[in-house]
T-cell receptor
Framework: DGGITQSPKYLFRKEGQNVTLSCEQNLNHDAMYWYRQDPGQGLRLIYYSQIVNDFQKGDIAEGYSVSREKKESFPLTVTSAQKNPTAFYLC???????????FGPGTRLTVL | GENVEQHPSTLSVQEGDSAVIKCTYSDSASNYFPWYKQELGKRPQLIID?????GEKKDQRIAVTLNKTAKHFSLHITETQPEDSAVYFCAASKGSSYKLIFGSGTRLLVRP
């Protein structure tokens, strides 16, 4: 777990602004994932990437965008098109050939 | 698509008693079932997982059982301790993407 970092820990955004959440891992994992967690609910998949320069939409991709230019980095942009972006965002990574996903510490985004 | 239901949503037990959390899944092709523990404001931590070729797995006080026919799996915690208090999530995945579909979580409270 210690090899996955997310920044910032807390983020405040005004309505209409785009913000980018950082996710970095030094575990040499091939796959990376972004999940959203709302209070009292489970995690829902936003986007995932299994290899550099390739990514796929998850169940709730609308209003979000990602890039995977480097193996160790998978930033998530929350755009102004996301109607209800206030949530806890979790990044995860997984080694090729393994089932297990390991999570970063999360970023709590609040829209003011 | 896959749907995972988790019960109960809250569970209160006396220290030393056992706790059981149950999940059902809808997609019979799902083949990987992890359980995560999440403390307040923290990242989910994998505590145990099971694959579809195994019916039961145990790790000290924690065990998971899988019934593929009925499409349900359960987490068993024996000799509960106050530090077991947290939210527990089950999840299911299939295929090469290893996308996780999460249950809605169970808040476990262990009373001293």
């Amino acid at each position: 777990d210690g090899g996955i970092t997310q920044s910032p820990k807390y983020l405040f955004r005004k309505e209409g602004q785009n913000v980018t959440l950082s996710c970095e891992q030094n575990l040499n994992h091939d796959a990376m994932y972004w999940y959203r967690q709302d209070p009292g609910q489970g995690l829902r998949l936003i986007y995932y990437s299994q290899i550099v320069n390739d990514f796929q939409k998850g169940d709730i991709a609308e209003g979000y965008s990602v890039s995977r230019e480097k193996k160790e980095s998978f930033p998530l942009t929350v755009t102004s098109a996301q109607k209800n972006p206030t949530a806890f965002y979790l990044c995860a990574s997984r080694s090729q050939g393994s089932d297990t996903q390991y999570f970063g510490p999360g970023t709590r985004l609040t829209v003011l | 698509g896959e749907n995972v239901e988790q019960h109960p949503s809250t569970l209160s037990v006396q220290e030393g008693d056992s706790a059981v959390i149950k999940c059902t899944y809808s997609d019979s092709a799902s083949n990987y079932f992890p359980w995560y523990k999440q403390e307040l404001g923290k990242r989910p931590q994998l505590i145990i997982d099971i694959r579809s070729n195994v019916g039961e797995k145990k790790d000290q006080r924690i065990a998971v059982t899988l019934n593929k026919t009925a499409k349900h799996f359960s987490l068993h915690i024996t000799e509960t301790q106050p530090e077991d208090s947290a939210v527990y999530f089950c999840a299911a995945s299939k295929g090469s993407s290893y996308k996780l579909i999460f249950g809605s979580g169970t808040r476990l409270l262990v009373r001293p």
